[in-house]
Nanobody
């Protein structure tokens, strides 16, 4: 199987910064697209940012200019640098990855367990 483990969530004040990390491990041949999603209480899970294996990013309009997604393919790790945090960024942040596993000819989508980000005013 494949596991995605997030870290870096915390309580931070408005205007502050956080860096989230997510590492994929297990039966991995290649990790393709990776991304971050978030879910606030009472709301649907929404896309924050994604990044292709070759490093092309895509951002939700709400985070453009404040968040930066990056990855290290050698470590199967994706990062989310979050700056100028706002109360509306408060949510559980989930890592997502499309993984081709050893012994398989197709990729499968995996989710992490989530990490809490709370922005206090």
């Amino acid at each position: 199987q494949v596991q995605l483990v997030e870290s870096g969530g915390d309580l931070v004040q408005v205007g502050g910064s956080l860096r989230l990390s997510c590492t994929a491990s297990g039966n991995i041949y290649r990790v393709n697209d990776m991304g971050w999603y978030r879910q606030a209480p009472g709301k649907q899970r929404e896309l924050v940012a994604t990044i292709t294996r070759d490093g092309s990013p895509n951002y939700a309009d709400s985070v453009k200019g404040r968040f930066t997604i990056s990855r290290d393919n050698n470590k199967n790790t994706v990062y989310l640098q979050m700056n100028s945090l706002k109360p509306e960024d408060t949510a559980v942040y989930y890592c997502n990855a499309d993984v081709r596993r050893r012994g398989y000819y197709y990729e499968k989508n995996f989710w992490g367990q989530g990490t809490q980000v709370t922005v206090s005013s």
